[in-house]
């Protein structure tokens, strides 16, 4: 019974520490929720349509401040297309956009491991189209 308690510990904090470094691999996060979308695309059916718009896709909701203040920081403030300055400290005409990677249209879920920060210009260059994100990353040291 001791090991059990140990094991259940030691496995809650590996298990967040691999959620932190998952969740700071946008293409980790782009081939899952591509994973996720064939998911849902093959269960949109079963849905509840109070769920669902019109075009039988799961329906936009307000994202929690919570998951803007996660991707804020994950995405250290910028765009991450085009690197644009969105934490209002040198620009304050730039709007930040919380973009889903994979797009709603394209059975995306309104799931933290789904958003991304982006500029206004960029979130609607990309609109509804193939999944996307980018490979620009920070150094940790």
Partial sequence: MRHEKKFEFLFEH??????????NNRNFL???NEI????????????PSNLLNNKG??????????????????????CVFCNTDL??????LTAKNYDHIVPLDLFGANDPCNIQLSCEK???TKS??????????????
């Fill in 122 to 124: 960029c979130n609607k």
């Fill in 87 to 92: 934490t209002s400290l040198v620009n304050t």
């Fill in 14 to 23: 590996l298990s967040n520490e691999i959620f932190y470094i998952l969740f």
């Fill in 128 to 141: 509804n189209k193939d999944p996307e994100t980018s490979n620009n990353y920070y150094s940790w040291w």
């Fill in 57 to 78: 896709r799961i329906k936009r909701t307000n994202i929690p401040v919570w998951v803007k203040n996660a991707v804020f920081h994950r995405d250290k403030g910028r």
């Fill in 36 to 47: 996720v979308s064939e998911s849902v695309s093959d269960l949109i059916d079963t849905y």
């Fill in 30 to 32: 782009l081939k899952f």
